[in-house]
């Protein structure tokens, strides 16, 4: 039996260039891969980005090789690339089931085989033991929490509640299906995988149940991309929160320390979630650079997205950062339920608060990512807020316009963006600070650079 799986579905030009967008391993996809090659299952991964392929090519690709199941994982702006990939393998291999999971289809399992008939089965939330079920044969409708066809033709979900995944017992992701070094720095590596926080506006792809790897098990899958792949920057996040627990992370850092694994690392974490302390233990270990969730500077809005931190904590550990020499990306989310140009401009005096302390920033508008609250608010056109199309592809979260607002128009949040961008980047400091640092330099492309310049003036 074989198995192709993609490890992006990205086939159409982004117009969105300010957001952040770059050649990358796909962390579930390699993990699912390995998962299946521990059953006997042949995978096959192929990478359209990376090939600069268009849909047509990659159902080539795919018709030529002896496979049974193909595998996509799409978030919400990818799903018409990735519909239109499965569409095209269809018209040339129409027995071949072709299985979607990511976030948009783990939001909405059923709709999203509704919308696009080139899918078979969608999957929802993690994905290496149902994926493993479909291709062994066990019938959909006794797999819990996937989206499959009726021999009517009608999409429905199954009941139960799988079991989740021991993380320790996958095996070592599937690097070596991949060009390793074709790709840009750093590696993802999983070290812990749900958030139980309750953002209103994130989606919680695999859940809000935390599993972690053991500090063992993540130690050794670590050495092994140094070692192995020669790998020498890695990110320590994939699902938004690491550190989250503190005896965790003080001993990875301590473990990291112990092995002698002379790396640069990053992670994305709470601001909540750190202390000086913590941080000193990071720094030593490693890491060198921080991205924290700011979103807004207004404290009432910060509870009121259920976000849960304080403005004190927020200038608390970013200078913190500071102090120990690490480099910090800030991300804010500009039209937020119940934003309004007071607490924009709150949120633009904190800007100006924290530009000295931080290297990088950037600027998000609000997107109602299916299976958020802020989705069904906005469907429902509470807080200010009002859906005006469901195009997937305009889902993206530079932008933007998506929304309507009571408050102000899309035109006057995307000046507000231009001016947060000028506030943060506009001064002959600021760019040779984004200049001299390896992170800014690794994590802003030249194209991404010129158009965040480029908006300032809008």
């Not at 071949?96 to 078979?120: K, M, W, Y």
């Not at 590596?189 to 972690?212: D, I, K, M, S, W």
């Not at 899958?221 to 792949?229: A, K």
């Not at 506030?423 to 690794?442: D, I, M």
């Amino acid at each position: 039996m074989r198995v192709l799986l993609l490890n992006s579905c990205a086939v159409s030009h982004t117009t969105d260039t300010l957001q952040r967008d770059y050649l990358s391993i796909n962390p579930g996809i390699a993990s699912i891969a390995s998962h299946l090659r521990s059953l006997g299952v042949e995978v096959v991964v192929l990478d359209p980005r990376l090939e600069k392929l268009q849909a047509p090519e990659v159902a080539e690709r795919i018709a030529t090789l002896a496979t049974e199941y193909v595998g996509y994982s799409a978030i919400t702006e990818e799903i018409h690339d990735a519909a239109e990939i499965a569409a095209e393998v269809k018209k040339r291999r129409p027995g071949i089931v072709n299985i979607v999971g990511g976030c948009h289809a783990g939001a909405l399992p059923v709709e999203t085989l509704r919308q696009f008939s080139g899918f078979d089965i969608a999957v929802q939330g993690e994905g290496e033991l149902p994926f493993a079920d479909i291709v062994r044969g066990t019938p959909p409708e006794n797999i819990a929490e996937i989206a499959f066809r009726t021999a009517g033709g009608e999409a429905v979900f199954t009941a139960g509640h799988r079991v989740l995944v021991e993380l320790d017992d996958l095996p070592f992701p599937a690097w070596d299906l991949y060009q390793v070094s074709r790709y840009r720095p750093p590696m993802m590596v999983e070290l812990v995988r749900a958030c139980p926080y309750g953002c209103n506006f994130c989606f919680h792809a695999v859940g809000r149940q935390v599993h972690y790897k053991s500090p063992a098990r993540a130690l050794d899958e670590i050495e092994h991309c140094v070692e192995r792949y020669g790998i020498r920057f890695l990110y320590l996040s994939t699902n938004g929160t690491w550190p989250l627990g503190r005896a965790h992370c003080e001993q990875i850092c301590e473990g990291m320390l112990s092995r002698g694994l002379k790396i640069r690392w990053a992670t994305s974490t709470r601001v909540d979630l750190v202390d000086p302390e913590l941080l000193a233990l990071m720094r030593r270990a490693g890491c060198d650079m921080i991205d924290f969730g700011i979103e807004t500077a207004s404290a009432e809005m910060l509870g009121l997205c259920r976000k849960g931190t304080s403005h004190e904590a927020i200038i608390s550990s970013v200078e913190a950062c500071h102090r120990l020499g690490l480099d910090v990306e800030l991300n804010f989310l500009l039209g937020l339920p119940h934003e309004s140009n007071e607490t924009l401009k709150q949120t633009r005096d904190l800007v100006r608060r924290l530009r000295r302390f931080s290297t990088i920033a950037n600027f998000h508008l609000l997107v109602p990512f299916p299976g958020t609250e802020v989705y069904e608010m906005a469907l429902r056109n509470e807080a200010g807020l009002r859906i005006i199309h469901n195009d997937w592809r305009k889902y993206t979260v530079q932008r933007g316009g998506v929304l309507a607002y009571d408050n102000f128009s899309q035109e006057d949040l995307h000046a507000w963006q231009a001016r947060m961008y000028r506030c943060y980047y506009f001064s002959f400091r600021k760019f040779l600070q984004v200049l001299r640092s390896p992170n800014a330099r690794e994590m802003i492309s030249p194209s991404r650079l010129l158009y965040m310049i480029r908006s300032m003036f809008l």
